[in-house]
T-cell receptor
Framework: SQTIHQWPATLVQPVGSPLSLECTVEGTSNPNLYWYRQAAGRGLQLLFYSVGIGQISSEVPQNLSASRPQDRQFILSSKKLLLSDSGFYLC????????????FGQGTRLTVV | EDKVVQSPLSLVVHEGDTVTLNCSYEVTNFRSLLWYKQEKKAPTFLFMLTSSGIEKKSGRLSSILDKKELFSILNITATQTGDSAVYLCAVEAESGTNAGKSTFGDGTTLTVKP
């Protein structure tokens, strides 16, 4: 069966520090991978998605970047965090192609202080 | 810009009540509409709807899509306290790549009281 791991669960970082959140998927090949951010009381905002190794599409201009160094590994990064980067970050995967549901990781609560 | 609007934003009911959650959308190149349940952290998939008028059903939950009027409803009958969660509606559109791009609504927070 497929599983998705996302870590850490909680992170408190000072402004200006770097960020690296990691997500890995097991039990499937060539998944579509996604990074979402969820503000309190809001829906999910798509940040990045990837259809293959090294292929990253960015949805919104921001202080963050994403990379996919391996087929089932997706990393969200920042060189210098801003206060506005605080939020709940969710990684997700879906099967290749269309009309497939997404499976989400447990999320990372990031607080920038 | 693609838009998904859910209503109500929050709802408090008592066990046994029936609830209807609404989702309307304005999306270019619509592919499908999906409902998710988010209890604590990770949203979990409920339904995917691609065709108008065909009801999807799972236990006490059901959903239907109207592609002409651009909305969907999620019904929960005989609600239980375990139904308390945020219900998210997402619409998938063609992105020009081999991946669905989903736009999410802000969710409906359902609280079921004993």
């Amino acid at each position: 069966s497929q599983t998705i791991h996302q870590w850490p669960a909680t992170l408190v970082q000072p402004v200006g520090s770097p960020l690296s959140l990691e997500c890995t998927v097991e039990g499937t090949s060539n998944p579509n991978l996604y990074w979402y951010r969820q503000a309190a009381g809001r829906g999910l905002q798509l940040l990045f998605y990837s259809v293959g190794i090294g292929q990253i599409s960015s949805e919104v201009p921001q202080n963050l970047s994403a990379s996919r160094p391996q087929d089932r590994q997706f990393i969200l990064s920042s060189k210098k965090l801003l206060l506005s980067d605080s939020g709940f970050y969710l990684c997700a995967w879906s099967a290749t192609g269309w009309d497939t549901e997404a499976f989400f990781g447990q999320g990372t609560r990031l607080t920038v202080v | 810009e693609d838009k998904v609007v859910q209503s109500p934003l929050s709802l408090v009911v008592h066990e046994g009540d029936t609830v209807t959650l609404n989702c309307s959308y304005e999306v270019t190149n619509f592919r499908s509409l999906l409902w998710y349940k988010q209890e604590k952290k990770a949203p979990t998939f409920l339904f995917m709807l691609t065709s108008s008028g065909i009801e999807k059903k799972s236990g006490r939950l059901s959903s239907i899509l109207d592609k002409k009027e651009l909305f969907s409803i999620l019904n929960i009958t005989a609600t239980q306290t375990g139904d308390s969660a945020v219900y998210l509606c997402a619409v998938e559109a063609e992105s020009g790549t081999n991946a669905g791009k989903s736009t999410f609504g802000d969710g409906t927070t359902l609280t079921v009281k004993p």
